[in-house]
């Protein structure tokens, strides 16, 4: 399987449907013209010269030409590296450093980061940059390029590498998971069964193209379906519903409170909607049952990884039947149950799985043909993660009777706010840098709009002040906005195990 040649099926079978519609650009572009654009850049490419397992660097919001940019590089088996634009210059340089792109092609929007990037990186041997304000190569490239067939198309896929998603940043160890055509294509068969994927869908995509979700959306497209795009804001998704007649998309918990607080939220014709996935933390039981009343369809939640897709899944039955009926309704704090293609045991440290009585915590561990390869240029934290086939989450959960999986903790310590990956030794370390601070930790807190938002323990020095809004000014200069914390609070000593370990189980309990 050749994940880069979804398109090509579509411009044969449909080639006049609309294949993608960029709401940001005011772009729609068919199947045909859409799968001619991806043949033409991968052709470019190929004239500078990279080579199969060469890595081309995105850094662009969601765009017609980032997602063919993922197609081009999948059809003749080069490496997809999208980068998350809202992180800081030396971040990205990192993850460059690591992945050694020969090729950066960017939006014009960040033309600055651009400039910076150009100014220090050594590996990237070709800039491309797009839009109505860039320097027009990448509209030359595709210009000068043939819209043949690529001559190697047929000969990748399968374990190939296809795309590198990276998980962190700031903490000066990113990792890049590295998913081949594969995993990619077993991930989408988790969410084609769990989300029961029609060929008539319209599915908009809301979150951003460097993170998993891009998955989710490659797989309608694979049923033919046509894709919208957008970088979320509520209204606009609200009027993409109506005008676009979306049937499913993927919204985190704060996108969803976003959009039912819209004013006038009830005068959108959103009856084209059948299924909403939420993910990316937790959703409180509270927005789970205005969400069911507000939108006219069906809700299922999906847990996973950047490492793994999607692994478990909350189904629409037992979201009806939770909230309708009132039977179960404990599990709608759960993450649901293992998918179509995978296995998931909860295992104590000695790896021996713990009884499924709803009370017993444990580690999740995935085994499935949708976990990633591994991570990439770093075998050592590879082999800390997958062991015999496991991929090991870093996830604390109980399980009950029947295979639902509560989580309780996160061994990694990662905040999930907004849909966004947050590690806690990252906005740690940038607080560390006020000199009025002795002592810092950071833990995820409940947060109705967000899931999760960050709150810092703070110890100062003595004879040191600092309030609020200087630890919280010190994290923003220092992190990309989402990172910092929403709350301070001031402690004499923080607390800690003999071994000098700070115990942030007690410091979460300290704020329900």
């Not at 991968?42 to 765009?63: E, W």
């Not at 590198?164 to 590295?178: C, D, F, M, N, V």
């Not at 969410?191 to 995509?205: G, N």
């Not at 293992?338 to 799985?353: A, L, Q, S």
């Amino acid at each position: 399987m050749n994940i880069g040649l979804i398109p090509q099926k579509w411009a044969r079978l449909t080639p006049n449907k609309e294949a993608v519609i960029d709401a940001s650009k005011g772009k729609r572009i068919t199947f045909a013209d859409f799968d001619r654009l991806i043949r033409k850049l991968a052709n470019g490419l190929r004239t500078m010269g990279l080579q199969k397992g060469d890595r081309v660097a995105i850094l662009s919001q969601n765009s017609v030409e980032n997602l063919a940019t993922f197609y081009a590089c999948g059809r003749i088996g080069l490496i997809a590296q999208p980068m998350n634009w809202r992180l800081s210059v030396p971040e990205l340089i990192r993850i460059i450093d690591n992945g050694s792109p020969k090729v950066l092609i960017s939006e014009d929007v960040f033309s600055q980061e651009r400039i910076e990037l150009i100014a220090n990186s050594t590996t990237i041997q070709h800039w491309l940059e797009f839009g109505e304000k860039g320097d027009g190569s990448f509209e030359q490239l595709i210009d000068e390029s043939s819209e043949t067939e690529p001559i190697n198309s047929d000969f990748v896929g399968d374990d190939d590498p296809f795309f590198i998603l990276y998980t962190g940043g700031t903490t000066g160890e990113s990792k890049g998971a590295l998913h081949s055509h594969k995993s990619v294509w077993y991930g989408m068969l988790n969410q084609t069964v769990a989300e029961r994927i029609v060929p008539s869908d319209v599915y908009m995509l809301t979150g951003q193209m460097f993170h998993i979700p891009v998955v989710l959306a490659m797989n309608y497209q694979a049923h033919g379906c046509p894709l919208v795009l957008m970088n979320f804001e509520p209204n606009l998704a609200l009027q993409l519903i109506a005008t676009e007649r979306v049937s499913a998309f993927l919204g985190v918990t704060t996108m969803l409170n976003w959009m039912m607080a819209v004013e006038d939220f009830d005068t959108y014709d959103l009856s084209s909607l059948r299924n909403i996935q939420y993910g990316g933390g937790p959703m409180p039981s509270r927005v789970i049952a205005e969400a069911l009343e507000a939108f006219p369809c069906t809700l299922i939640q999906g847990y996973g990884q950047t490492e793994g897709t999607t692994m478990t899944f909350l189904s629409q039955e037992d979201h009806i039947r939770a909230i309708r009926d009132g039977y179960r309704t404990e599990r709608l704090r759960s993450c649901g149950r293992e998918g179509f293609v995978t296995t998931i045991r909860i295992v104590d440290e000695n790896g021996e799985t713990v009884p499924p009585d709803g009370k017993t915590p444990g580690q999740i561990i995935v085994k499935s043909p949708a976990n990633m390869l591994g991570y990439f240029e770093r075998s050592d934290l590879t082999d800390e993660t997958i062991r015999d086939g496991w991929m090991w989450t870093g996830d604390i959960a109980t399980w009950d009777e029947d295979g639902y999986c509560f989580i309780v903790d996160r061994a990694k310590d990662m905040i999930i706010s907004g849909g966004e990956n947050i590690y806690s030794i990252q906005v740690e370390e940038a607080i560390a840098k006020n000199d009025a601070v002795l002592e810092v930790a950071v833990v995820g807190v409940p947060d109705d709009e967000w899931g999760e938002s960050v709150k810092a323990f703070v110890v100062l020095k003595p004879g040191r002040v600092a309030d609020e809004a200087e630890i919280i000014q010190t994290a923003k200069d220092n992190l990309a906005s989402y990172q910092k914390p929403r709350t301070v609070e001031f402690v004499d000593a923080l607390p800690k195990a003999p071994t000098g370990k700070i115990l942030k189980r007690e410091l979460r309990g300290q704020t329900t």
